[in-house]
C-alpha cells in the first residue's frame, strides 16, 4: 500500500493519482509486455498454429471433395478461412491451457489477497491484463497463421465493407466471453485446492462445443442445439460466421448482440462469485 492510500500498479501508477481508466490502461500494457517477453515461445506457439492449421485444412478439404466440393456450407475457401482464422483466434480468445489467467496459482499462493486489497474492480483488472496478454496474441498468434493461409492456400474476400469492421467487434466480444468463462473456472481454486482437472474438463468442452474442431454446420443437429445454448460459440463460431459471411447485415448483428449478452450475464456471475469467494478468505483467516 503506498502513501495517501493509492496502491501501486504495473508502471508504477498509482490508482488514486491516474484514476481506473490509466490503470486498466497500465495493466493491458503490463498485460501485453508480460506475454511478449518470451519471444521463442511466441515463434513456437505460432509455427505450431500454423503447421496444424495445414494439417487441418488437409483433411477438410479433403472431406469437402469427397462431398462434392463443400461440406456444412463451406466450400473450399471458406473451410481455408475458418481454418486459419479458428487456429489464430486459439490463443487471442483463450481457448488453450496455456492462456489462463493464472488466478488458480495466484489463490493457492495466497497472492489473491493482494488483488483483493486494491481500490480496483478484481474482475476488470484482471481482464484488463487479460486483454493485453490477448493483443500481443492477436499481433502474433492471429495475422501470422492467417497471412500465411491467405498467401498459400487463398480465404475467402469479403463482398461487405461492413464484415472486417464487424469481425473486429466480435472477436473482441469473443475475448471477453472466453475471459469470462475462464476466470469464474479459475475462482474454483477458492475451494479446492487443484483446479487443473476442472480446467481440463473446460478446455475440451469449449473446444468442441466452440466449433474449434469443426464447425457447428457439421453437428448433428441436437448437439448443435445444445451447443447454441451455451456461450462457448461467441468464442469462436460466430467470428468465423462473420468472417465467411454466413452472417451479414441482421444476423451479424444478432450474432453480436448474442456475445454482448454472454459477457454481461457471465460478468455478473464472475462478481456473484467473487464476493462468496471473498466471505470463504474472512471466514479462513486471509
Known amino acids: 500500500m503506498s502513501a495517501a492510500g493509492s496502491v501501486a500498479v504495473p508502471g508504477g501508477v498509482r490508482a488514486g493519482r491516474v484514476g481506473a481508466a490509466g490503470v486498466a490502461v ?24 500454423t503447421v496444424f492449421g ?6 477438410l478439404s479433403a ?16 473451410l481455408s478461412t475458418y481454418t486459419w482464422l479458428t487456429q489464430g483466434l486459439l490463443a487471442v480468445v483463450g481457448l488453450l491451457g496455456g492462456t489462463s489467467v493464472r ?3 495466484r489463490i493457492r499462493t495466497g497472492d489473491v489477497v493482494v488483488d483483493l486489497a486494491r481500490p480496483v474492480d478484481p474482475v476488470l483488472a484482471w481482464m484488463a491484463d487479460d486483454a493485453g496478454r490477448a493483443l500481443q496474441a492477436a499481433t502474433f498468434r492471429l495475422l501470422a497463421p492467417l497471412a500465411f493461409g491467405a498467401l498459400v492456400f487463398g480465404i475467402t474476400v469479403p463482398t461487405s ?9 466480435s472477436i473482441a466480444l469473443a475475448w471477453a466471453v472466453s475471459f469470462c468463462c475462464r476466470v469464474v473456472v479459475e475462482m474454483a481454486g477458492f475451494w479446492t485446492t487443484d483446479v487443473r482437472g476442472l480446467t481440463t474438463v473446460y478446455i475440451a468442452v469449449s473446444n468442441v462445443l466452440g466449433g474449434v474442431i469443426v464447425p457447428l454446420s457439421l453437428f448433428p443437429a441436437p448437439l448443435a442445439a445444445l451447443a447454441r445454448a451455451t456461450p462457448f460459440p461467441s468464442m469462436l463460431q460466430v467470428p468465423v460466421d462473420i468472417a465467411v459471411e454466413h452472417r451479414t ?21 464472475a462478481s456473484v462469485v467473487l464476493r462468496r469467494a471473498t466471505r470463504t478468505v474472512v471466514v479462513g483467516g486471509g
Not at 63 to 78: F, P, T
Not at 161 to 169: C, D, H, S
Open 54 to 59: 495445414a494439417i487441418k485444412l488437409g483433411i
Open 249 to 269: 447485415g441482421a444476423a451479424a448483428l444478432t450474432g453480436l448482440a448474442v456475445q454482448a449478452g454472454w459477457v454481461a450475464v457471465l460478468l455478473v456471475v
Open 63 to 78: 472431406a469437402a471433395v469427397s462431398a462434392g466440393g463443400s461440406i456444412g456450407g463451406y466450400d473450399r475457401a471458406a
Open 26 to 49: 497500465r495493466l493491458v500494457g503490463a498485460g501485453f509486455r508480460r506475454a511478449a517477453a518470451y519471444r521463442t515461445a511466441v515463434l513456437a506457439g505460432a509455427t505450431t498454429n
Open 103 to 105: 488466478l488458480d496459482q
Open 161 to 169: 465493407a461492413a464484415t472486417v469492421p464487424l469481425l473486429v467487434v
